[in-house]
C-alpha cells in the first residue's frame, strides 16, 4: 500500500502563488507515475499535472499549461506542484494520486489506484 499526504493549500488573491507538496509513505518502490487532480463542487475531477518518477517526463492540462509546475524528490518521496499566476476559476479540492502502471493517458483519474485526502485551494478576485 502506498499512502499519500497533499499539504500548502490555503487562500490566495488571483495572480498570487501557492505551491502544494504530496508526500508518499509505504511501498512507494511500486509506483512510476504521479499526479495532481482537482475537483470544484458540481464538477468533475480534472487532471492538473503529473510527472514520471523514473525519467521525470511531465503532463499538463490544457487549462494550466504555462501557469503550474510539476517536480519531484525521489529521495524524500514528494511531489511538488508549483501554481503561478492563480485564477479564481482554480479554486477546488487538490489531490494527489499515485499509479503502479504506465498508463496511456497519465491525466485520466481512472489510471491511479492511490490517492490522498485533498487539500483545499481557493483564489478570489
Known amino acids: 500500500q502506498v499512502q499519500l499526504v497533499e499539504s500548502g493549500g490555503g487562500s490566495v488573491q488571483a495572480g498570487g502563488s501557492l505551491r502544494l507538496t504530496c508526500a508518499a509513505s509505504?511501498?512507494?518502490?511500486?509506483?512510476?507515475?504521479v499526479g495532481w487532480f482537482r475537483q470544484a463542487p458540481g464538477k468533475e475531477r480534472e487532471g492538473v499535472a503529473a510527472?514520471?518518477?523514473?525519467?521525470?517526463?511531465?503532463y499538463y492540462g490544457s487549462s494550466v499549461k504555462g501557469r503550474f509546475s510539476i517536480s519531484q524528490d525521489n529521495a524524500k518521496n514528494t511531489v511538488y506542484l508549483q501554481m503561478n499566476s492563480l485564477k479564481a476559476e482554480d479554486t477546488a479540492m487538490y489531490f494527489c494520486a499515485a499509479a503502479d502502471f504506465f498508463p496511456t493517458h497519465p491525466l485520466l483519474a481512472t489510471a491511479y489506484n492511490y490517492w490522498g485526502q485533498g487539500t483545499q485551494v481557493t483564489v478570489s478576485s
Open positions: 509505504g511501498y512507494t518502490y511500486s509506483t512510476n507515475l
Open positions: 510527472i514520471y518518477r523514473g525519467g521525470g517526463s511531465t
